[in-house]
Nanobody, 115 residues
Framework: QVQLVESGGGLVQPGGSLRLSCAASGSIFDLYTMAWYRQSPGKQRELVAVIDSGGNTNYADSVKGRFTISWANAKNTMYLQMNSLRPDDTAVYYC?????????WGQGTQVTVSS
């Protein structure tokens, strides 16, 4: 089992920045990908960014150049640095982890971009 706890969401003005964190615990030794997803009201959950065990990353076109995903081994924590935020980035952001043991989700953290 893997437990994921997100933090760092909140209200920010357009053009501002936030950093989301996802702390992983439990059987994390065989995680092979971690990712951030987001879901807005009335929309399907969408992939924002993904990082694999080799440090390779990939991003949704809508966030390329603005968001950066990273993983800190020493802290067992994944981050999403979000810059130049726009109102359409408003969503609940979820942490996702996949291992040979299963597929895990965090509880989500709300990000609201509004003036």
């Amino acid at each position: 089992q893997v437990q994921l706890v997100e933090s760092g969401g909140g209200l920010v003005q357009p053009g501002g920045s936030l950093r989301l964190s996802c702390a992983a615990s439990g059987s994390i030794f065989d995680l092979y990908t971690m990712a951030w997803y987001r879901q807005s009201p009335g929309k399907q959950r969408e992939l924002v960014a993904v990082i694999d065990s080799g440090g390779n990353t990939n991003y949704a076109d809508s966030v390329k150049g603005r968001f950066t995903i990273s993983w800190a081994n020493a802290k067992n924590t994944m981050y999403l640095q979000m810059n130049s935020l726009r109102p359409d980035d408003t969503a609940v952001y979820y942490c996702d982890a996949r291992s040979t043991g299963g597929h895990y989700w965090g509880q989500g953290t709300q990000v609201t971009v509004s003036s």
